[in-house]
Nanobody, 122 residues
Framework: QVQLVESGGGLVQAGGSLRLSCAASGRIFSINVMGWYRQAPGKQRELVASLTSGGITNYADSVKGRFTISRDNAKNTVNLQMDSLKPEDTAVYYC????????????????WGQGTQVTVSS
């Protein structure tokens, strides 16, 4: 019943910018953390950036100073502004939400979007 929908991926030249958005919908009581992961061919999925409900951010060293994660708690959305893109940023980007679905349980569950392709040409 929880769905994450990503948008904003595409093809961009090195040095350009993209803005990814992710909207969570369905039965959601509260969201603990929302974030972005990416996976390049032949690589492990890695954390790009995350943002807790309390406003704490975490960035991969490779994107610090270039990417900015933000949120709109009222809309259950998270955004990733990507500037100064490099070919090394090419990957499938996945939205992730760690959330509680009901007031009747304290269980936190992870949900994932379908992924959106980001390709940066040199």
């Amino acid at each position: 019943q929880v769905q994450l929908v990503e948008s904003g991926g595409g093809l961009v030249q090195a040095g350009g910018s993209l803005r990814l958005s992710c909207a969570a919908s369905g039965r959601i009581f509260s969201i603990n953390v929302m974030g972005w992961y990416r996976q390049a061919p032949g690589k492990q999925r890695e954390l790009v950036a995350s943002l807790t409900s309390g406003g704490i951010t975490n960035y991969a060293d490779s994107v610090k100073g270039r990417f900015t994660i933000s949120r709109d708690n009222a809309k259950n959305t998270v955004n990733l502004q990507m500037d100064s893109l490099k070919p090394e940023d090419t990957a499938v980007y996945y939205c992730n939400a760690n959330l509680r679905t009901t007031v009747f349980t304290t269980r936190l569950l992870d949900y994932w979007g379908q992924g959106t392709q980001v390709t940066v040409s040199s």
